[in-house]
């Protein structure tokens, strides 16, 4: 009986190669990649986004399956991903990265995910003690046990420095033909992608979340400090634009680029919405109390929207602020001439 695994997948070097070793024992792998919300290159794909080349994004694991002929099964997980951020069991990395917990959530999709298409076990190219919050060893065994996955996750890339798993014990993959690879030298990585060909991969570090980068963080902080509370849209719009702090308390995201910008224009029925009479940016504004921006505020806004727009010679643009859905029988659209700010203003702003 041919036996099936299920491997989560990111693109990367370690997960391609972890699929490569298992392949070879004449197992069949269903590549398995989970879309968080979080992930820095398929969101930028989502919304459209260009990179500095003018190329489109590209979701790493649909682009390097298809290279190196893995099936992938892509599984959108964030509807219940919120309240992994929001509270976090086993705690923080560095920014707001809840590791830990996001492994086992992750291991409870992939073992349904395993259970509806009768595999046999998971596989995952993690190595031990190559990331310092959740791939030690005592790490990998909270998340095993929170998950409900003991003993059917093996780690091809460092499974002769683990306990056996069952597809070892059973003799479904033989133990002597996996590796043993501890830490974050990548030398042994580069010898294997080399004898099976892989010559382009996604590259590490952690660039793929959004939480573990420390200006989203700043962002995340900078709103439980001042509001003690974030929804679920506002958590993810921490994700674009330039977020300013009026001195009214009033935050403002500005976007920076033409994907941005047709994200925000759908989602403006929701917001105070400004945009210039002419070229340039784009923003979204929402007082802290209530629902109702100040004459203040509007000028405000139409000072940033002046700051990242084409504006005359003396740094002047009209710009319309627009209120949000809800609000449009109370209020008009307003023409406000904006002035580009100075520097020291801006970043005082600034989050």
């Not at 989560?8 to 004449?26: F, H, N, P, R, V």
């Amino acid at each position: 009986m041919k036996r099936k695994a299920v491997a989560l997948y990111s693109g990367g070097l370690d997960s391609t190669l972890a699929i490569k070793l298992i392949q070879q024992q004449g197992i069949e792998v269903i590549a398995l990649h989970f879309y968080t919300g979080f992930c820095i290159t398929e969101t930028k794909r989502r919304r459209g986004e260009k990179k500095e080349d003018g190329s489109h994004y590209m979701n790493p694991a649909l682009k390097y399956a298809a290279k190196y002929g893995f099936p992938l099964e892509i599984i959108d997980i964030s509807e219940g991903y919120f309240d992994v951020i929001q509270n976090p069991k086993y705690g923080y990395g560095s920014n707001i990265n809840p590791c830990i917990d996001c492994r086992a959530y992750m291991y409870k999709h992939a073992k349904k995910y395993m259970e509806e298409i009768g595999a046999d076990f998971i596989i995952s190219g993690e190595v031990l003690n190559q990331r310092p919050m959740s791939q030690h060893l005592k790490a990998m065994k909270i998340i095993e046990k929170e998950s409900g996955v003991e003993g059917i996750v093996l780690k091809p890339l460092s499974a002769k420095l683990l306990p056996p798993t069952i597809p070892e014990i059973k003799g479904w993959v033989d133990r002597e033909k996996l590796e043993g690879i501890v830490g974050r030298s990548r030398k042994r990585q580069l010898e294997l992608a080399k004898k099976f060909g892989i010559d382009e991969y996604e590259q590490p570090a952690g660039g793929c979340c959004y939480l573990t980068d420390e200006n989203f963080a700043r962002k995340y902080k900078e709103v439980i400090f001042v509001e003690n509370t974030i929804s679920r849209e506002e958590l993810y719009l921490l994700t674009i634009g330039r977020h300013f702090r009026l001195p009214t308390k009033t935050k403002v995201i500005v976007t920076r680029n033409e994907g941005e910008g047709n994200f925000v224009k759908g989602i403006s029925k929701n917001y105070w919405f400004a945009e210039p009479v002419g070229k340039g940016a784009v923003a979204i504004a929402r007082p802290i109390n209530g629902e109702v921006i100040s004459e203040e505020d509007k000028k405000y806004i139409a000072n940033l929207i002046a700051r990242y727009s084409k504006t005359d010679e003396e740094g002047k643009i009209k710009v319309k602020i627009s209120p949000p859905k809800k609000l449009e029988n109370q209020f008009k659209q307003d023409i406000i001439l904006g002035q580009r700010l100075e520097e020291a203003i801006l970043e005082s702003w600034r989050i």
